[in-house]
């Protein structure tokens, strides 16, 4: 390498002085490999510095003479050298490991180099992180970054399909995550903040890293803590790398084999440009197999049952993803180096669900615990056929400049993301009127003795409910929908190195300034007509392979429905007014700027290292939305506005008590804003009543009912107090032991509420009694809607009127409070037999609590109490094999009612893999997931009542890796 790379990766390390400084690079014997996280020392100073992902350090301040430096990096052993500083400074490089070729050094890949690797940087950060290493990514049979995620202390996923698609960091809410690809926040495709991280391949990253506590150079807008997504850099590789992947995918439910393919490419040249470029493919095949209630109740009873709907779903998915990325390096001079990062990922998610639903089950009664029996009436069979497609796209140029004292960065951003659902069409087809016109078609009984699989019995029913020719069009439904999130972003940090008092010093400022655009466009139509399901559009009468405790049909079939779209048929007749409502009261545009700046300083103080700054951040969103009347045909533009500072200060403490033992403690102070959808200004408002005829003959109304959704703009961001501790030790060259504590007191976290108004309660007092706004109840629920289409007496004072509003409110303080165990141990230090075995695992226990507007006390909002991953791999010779299990506890999903809030079970993953190098460069493998056929349960209040139930079956994977 030469002097001149060596003064521009050393750039990356930090901030230099120029004079009276030591700098270099730590690899390995080809001088292709570099090491980030190993802890270069001065003996004679006690000055210590970590090396960079390009294995790059740089030590400043440090008076002319002759010293001792060593650099401890876990996996290997210490090496030290006698360095002579001039007044002017001088560079020193530094090999670990043996003189191998690079495919051959244990420490650079395989098992042990991904453990060491991530071992280094968590040892040597000065917050609370953890970290996935390169090589870490590859090692278990993860499709998505939400799956290689699920294996870091204290996280866990939500999945979709089988597949994880959200990430939650110590059980908290995946809303409350933010995420990064490479240093630049990820928009969410949908109405969320929660990040959609199944769309992204790990194939295309080289690294993962999650701050759990914060400095002030680090968006504050997350409770839980900040993923960043690194992706591959030249550098990372001195000289051409090439990797080839291929790999098949079979899923015992589908019984097809998906393809998978993945290429990355790099190379420096002239030890100043770098370029890497990385490419990936996936067509996978997926069967789901599905049963879901819609609710439960007494009805005056003691025993609950099923007393809305129960539905069986089979869902045909092909998901296809395209992923690219493209990086450029370039050492412009001795003093600056650019960047160019680029990422995009396409994912098209095609779909076919069919759906049979049993309706309207509070007609029947419970006749046991485990048992109800229901004189059906109706009962629809849907299909829906969408196809959906997903983007994410990152770029973002910028750099890195050292001019004397001073080293600058700066940055500039563009990412999008976009969610186009606008090839979907849902049709339902009805049986109605069963008990009228069939008498003698008898009862069906549920039996859910083992809640998430009922059985259903009564021959006569099911025999008129299984026949299609029993089924007339209820509604098709067409829907274009497009969500699209868009921010521009630039930021700059400035930093100094200095002594003060003979303490090493480094300050450092910057500002940031985020502009985002997140937009919701709803396009439907609804249409019926008298059109006969068995007019050729049944297909299947049963699906041939279910896997639940009962049949269920296959029709009707969404190729055949095809026909319908489009008005394809002239029996059909659209439906104006739902067709409007449906198209505007989700409609809406929020812009969100947020400006931000920092000031921290990072004083290294003997044995500690104390990072502290404040960090600012003014937040200014503009909200429109419509509001809609059931019937009128006309919505209201809604337009509102908030703004809100808040200081945000931070406190990360690391102290080095020498015999490998290392303490931290942090505070620092977060700021998560509401989500999109829950801020949107839209509403729906659905006034009903009923009427009966008096003694005379004339309707009378007897029952007014107004029902309200709506967003809330008014709320507030939810901010927290965070506290850690955490204690660390490092006994062998590649083992560690760690507990950590932690403590978040939560303000204005956001839950969805129901409100009903008292029938003593009048309509005025109910309203203000709404934690929403006055004006945007007096304003944007009711005003430039014409007043006709909602009587007078509707909402009027009377005791009849009833009034419900579903909405989104700030709840009061919650607290959330956990401990952290992990320990990963190179077994064959305990016991030679076991060389080669290496075990990792950690625990996570957390306890939450929030108290909602009414004052009932419910766990915080999707907050695991346990989560746990355990690992054993083997690796020696040629072979790599390994086992792993991941455990995620219950959390509370959705608030419904005391007693019947929706909860996710507990869920246990098993996943196992085997490798084998045939050569240095080629190397095949054989992977399952999902090796016990574990399900997907969701319940209401209590295990034993249904909410969803789902199953994936097992998945095998075959493949083979070339590396050169």
Known sequence: MTSASVLALSLAAG????????????????????????????????????????????????????????VDYVGADIVSGAVTVPADGTTQNFVLGEDVEYTDNIIVVGTRAAQAGAINQQRAADSIISVIDSDGLGNFPDTTAADALARV????????????????????????????????????????????LDGVPSDLLDGIEVRKSLTPDVDADSLGGVINLKTISAFDRKGQFLRLKAEGRYNEIT?????????????????????????????????????????WGL??????????????????????????????????????????RTLFNNYEDDEIRNKFEYRDLDDGEATSSTSSEVPINEVDAEVRKRREIRQIQSYAVGGVTETGPWYLDYEASYAFAEEDDTDNHDVTFRFKDIQD?????????FDTATPERPVIAGDRALALIFDPANYRLDELEEEKTINRDREYNGRINIARNSLVGGTPVTWKAGAKYRDREKTRDVNKTFSEGKIDLDDGFVGDLFIDNWRLAHRTPGFPDGDLTESLRNGGNPALEVNDDATFLESHVEDFVIGEKIFAAYAMGTLELGRATIVAGARLEDTNVDMTGFAAIDGDNSAATREFSRSYTHILPSLNL???????????????????????????????????????????GNDVVVQQKVEIVTGNPDLDPLTADNFDLALEFYPTQLSVISIGAFYKSVSSATFGQRFERDGDESVANFLERLPIDPGFI???????????????????????????????????????????????????????????????????LTESEATLPDGRKVPFLKQSGTVWNAALAYEKGPWDLRVSANYRGDYLDELVEENLDRYADNRLLVEASAKFDISKNFQICLEGKNLTDAPEYYYFGDRSRLSQYDEFGRTFIFGGRYTY
């Not at 994880?164 to 960091?169: D, P």
């Not at 933010?178 to 109405?191: F, H, K, W, Y």
């Not at 016109?437 to 009984?445: E, K, R, T």
């Open 654 to 696: 690391k102290y080095d008590f020498g015999d490998k033992w290392i303490g931290r403690a942090a505070y620092y102070t977060s700021v998560v804003r509401p989500a999109f959808g829950e801020l949107a200004p839209g509403a729906l408002i659905e006034p009903d009543e009923s009427e009966e005829e008096d003694d005379n």
């Open 778 to 844: 007096d304003s944007g629920l009711l005003a430039d809607i014409d007043p006709a289409s909602v009587p007078a007496e509707l909402m009027s004072d009377v005791e009849a009127t009833e009034i419900v509003v579903d909405t989104f409110v700030n709840v009061s303080d919650s607290d959330i409070s956990g401990i952290e165990f992990n320990y990963v141990q190179d077994l064959s230090e305990l016991d030679e037999r076991l060389d080669g075995f290496l075990f990792s695992g950690n625990l996570t």
């Open 299 to 340: 009805e005056g009873g003691t025993e609950y049952f099923l007393n809305d709907d129960y539905e069986s779903r089979r869902y045909d998915l092909t998901r296809e993803r395209i992923g690219f990325v493209g990086n450029i390096d370039l050492e412009a001079t001795d003093t600056t180096r650019l960047y160019l």
């Open 255 to 295: 019984g097809e084999v998906s393809p998978k393919g993945t290429i990355t490419y790099s190379n420096v040249f002239n030890d100043r440009l770098g370029i890497a470029l990385s490419g990936n493919y996936q067509n996978l095949a997926l069967e789901v197999h599905n049963n879901e209630a819609g609710g």
């Open 153 to 196: 202390v204290g996280l866990s996923v939500e999945t979709d399909q089988g597949e994880g698609r959200y990430v939650s960091i110590r059980g908290i809410n995946t809303d409350l995550v933010s995420a990064s690809i490479n240093g630049v926040r990820t928009p969410s495709p949908e109405d969320r903040r929660g990040v959609l």
């Open 15 to 70: 901030p230099a002085s120029g004079a009276q400084s030591l700098s270099g690079v730590v690899t390995d014997a080809t001088g292709n490999a570099p090491f980030e996280g190993a802890i270069v020392t001065i003996k004679e100073l006690g000055r210590s510095v970590a090396t960079n992902r390009f294995g790059a350090y740089a030590i400043n301040n440090i008076p002319s003479g002759h010293y001792t430096v060593t």
């Open 437 to 445: 016109d069939f008498p003698l078609a008898g009862n069906i009984v």
